[in-house]
């Protein structure tokens, strides 16, 4: 595919938002940082509803601290699938899964599916990495329902992933998909907003999202503890430290560094520089693979085996609920509260916004 400048795509996105905006089906609230206004990314599903199953079914036998080997041995595939596909009925509301599927992923204005290129962020630091059976699910749902081309589909961590391909050899994804390994790793600076250094700096980035050429990003991370000033937690937010240039996060204003590149066009979709609102959602669907999960971290085999599977479509609201209602109430593991709730309020909202009076939603 053709490089197309930032400044040509920015004034393409712009007019297409122009017409998207005329759709009742797009309309999408102002999103200005400044302001912490709700910031509304996908148009078609509530942002503040987060699903999760939990099904012992989906392994053979339990094997807590096991390789990442091991546990492929133990998936049963058919089961992720049809526990993936419960997620997407229950994340829209909808009976039938493939509409479940068609509502949430969306097309691209001026394009075809078959033109429409994807990147799945996928979590490769450490030991703990995501299990075949789920990102093959994305997938071939991505080809075989929606009808993107498995060669437009691209496998990535831009910072642990040079040996990507190597040291997990995804097993079943649609011929032709792309494991990129670290994809040539965060190489193009972009402007990072507010809270980071009051707005005014910038950092490096992959450089097919800054350029534009990825249309749809997809979040598949892991749940594993981490250091308290990220919340003693690392999930779909920080997920992107291998996205974005993860030095600035290991230094002063960490927390700060996290919640802004998660409030970028590079992640939530191109904005309206005037008013703040998305034009077209880039982020559209988050996962938490918790099928084994580790109460410490980041690094380290895991420790627990809870056959766990979680789906949003923003990021942080579903740190939120899997950090307080799932590693905290669920699991008794403890978290920075304070951290947890301003992955909420720094978006916009708080507590009394979440549905089913906060409670994680289990389908």
């Known amino acids: 595919m053709d490089k197309i400048s930032r400044r040509l795509f920015l004034q393409k996105a712009i007019l297409a938002g122009s017409a998207i905006a005329a759709s009742p089906t797009f309309l999408l609230k102002n999103a200005g940082a400044e302001s912490n206004e709700k910031i509304i990314t996908h148009p078609r599903i509530d942002n503040t509803r987060v699903v999760g199953i939990t099904d012992n079914a989906m392994t053979k036998a339990l094997d807590p601290v096991s390789t990442w080997a091991r546990q492929e041995e133990l998936v049963v595939s058919e089961k992720v699938w049809e526990n993936m596909d419960r997620l997407a009925s229950g994340l829209t509301e909808m009976k039938d899964p493939v509409k479940a599927w068609q509502t949430v992923f969306i097309q691209p204005p001026q394009k075809t599916w078959a033109e429409t290129v994807v990147a799945i962020k996928t979590n490769h630091i450490a030991q703990q990495h995501t299990r075949s059976a789920v990102i093959t699910k994305v997938c071939h749902t991505l080809t075989d329902v929606i009808g993107v081309k498995p060669s437009n589909t691209h496998i990535y961590d831009a910072c642990h992933g040079r040996n990507l391909s190597r040291d997990t050899p995804f097993y079943g994804l649609p011929e032709g998909c792309q494991i990129e390994n670290n994809w040539g790793g965060s190489t193009a600076r972009t402007a ?62 960490s927390d700060d560094y996290l919640i802004a590149i998660n409030k970028t066009p590079e992640i939530l979709g191109l904005q309206d520089e005037r008013t703040g609102k998305v034009l077209f959602p880039r982020q559209q669907l988050c996962i938490v693979d918790a099928l084994w999960a580790s109460k410490p971290g980041p690094s380290g085999l895991p420790t627990h085996q809870p056959n766990f599977l979680a789906m949003g479509v923003l990021s942080p609201v579903v740190d939120y609920q899997l950090a307080t209602q799932f590693r905290g109430k669920k699991l008794g593991w403890s978290y920075n509260q304070g951290m947890a709730r301003r992955f909420l309020t720094e978006f916009g909202y708080t507590e009394r916004d979440l549905p089913e009076g906060g409670r994680l939603i289990e389908v």
């Not at 490096?204 to 997809?218: A, E, F, K, M, P």
């Not at 937690?233 to 600035?248: A, C, E, I, L």
């Open 192 to 253: 990072i907003p507010k809270p980071w250094k009051d707005g005014r700096s910038a950092s490096r980035c992959l450089r097919y999202l800054v350029d534009g050429t990825v249309d749809i990003l997809i979040n598949i991370s892991m749940c594993k503890g981490h250091g308290n000033h990220f919340g003693g937690f690392t999930m779909t937010m920080k997920n992107h430290f291998g996205t974005f240039d993860p030095g600035p996060g290991h230094q002063g204003g």
